[in-house]
T-cell receptor, first 112, second 112 residues
Framework: DSGVTQTPKHLITATGQRVTLRCSPRSGDLSVYWYQQSLDQGLQFLIHYYNGEERAKGNILERFSAQQFPDLHSELNLSSLELGDSALYFC???????????FGQGTRLTVV | EDKVVQSPLSLVVHEGDTVTLNCSYEVTNFRSLLWYKQEKKAPTFLFMLTSSGIEKKSGRLSSILDKKELFSILNITATQTGDSAVYLCAVEDRQGAQKLVFGQGTRLTINP
């Protein structure tokens, strides 16, 4: 158990809908990262927050947004969902910005 | 564009064999290289390498980085069936903000 908690574990929703994925980082970690893992693309970095502020953006679609709250938990919002958004979404956390990241168990999103 | 290439993509060996997994990279602003092991869900951190030529070791696993030739190897000796997993290599790119660029992974299968 990495100490990073993601909810829900599984999510099935219809195209066009909006979902929110939640991540609680390890105690003491200030950095939260979001990744998308699909079968054909591998692990793709989406976005990084550090202590509530956005630090880096990767291949994140405009339909997706994220935030990190004062208690350091983070949410990833996915809207106008398409079939291709079906994937495993991982959250990872680290103490700072230059330390190794530890991954949560992921949320499996299925868009039907 | 940052790129991480792992080889082989898939490897099947017998228990007790020694394996070497390769990772080459092209990154504008290299900071570190990380190895992860992914079994069923979340990637588990193995090593972080920042300095060239210094071997990191943990039990039967070891890794080394060559910053001149832009590659790293992960060695596993006396393999066991529990080593079966996807091994991911990731490079940390600074460019003013931190993000990890992942390779496509090597799927390692250890047969008894």
């Amino acid at each position: 158990d990495s100490g990073v908690t993601q909810t829900p574990k599984h999510l099935i929703t219809a195209t066009g809908q909006r979902v929110t994925l939640r991540c609680s980082p390890r105690s003491g970690d200030l950095s939260v990262y979001w990744y998308q893992q699909s079968l054909d693309q591998g692990l793709q970095f989406l976005i990084h927050y550090y202590n509530g502020e956005e630090r880096a953006k990767g291949n994140i679609l405009e339909r997706f947004s994220a935030q990190q709250f004062p208690d350091l938990h983070s949410e990833l919002n996915l809207s106008s969902l398409e079939l291709g958004d079906s994937a495993l979404y991982f959250c990872a956390s680290s103490v700072g910005v230059e330390t190794e990241a530890f991954f949560g168990q992921g949320t499996r999103l299925t868009v039907v | 564009e940052d790129k991480v290439v792992q080889s082989p993509l898939s490897l099947v060996v017998h228990e007790g064999d020694t394996v070497t997994l390769n990772c080459s990279y092209e990154v504008t602003n290299f900071r570190s290289l990380l190895w992860y092991k992914q079994e069923k869900k979340a990637p588990t951190f193995l090593f972080m390498l920042t300095s060239s030529g210094i071997e990191k070791k943990s039990g039967r696993l070891s890794s080394i980085l060559d910053k001149k030739e832009l590659f790293s190897i992960l060695n596993i000796t006396a393999t066991q069936t529990g080593d079966s997993a996807v091994y991911l290599c990731a490079v940390e790119d600074r460019q003013g903000a931190q993000k990890l660029v992942f390779g496509q992974g090597t799927r390692l299968t250890i047969n008894p």
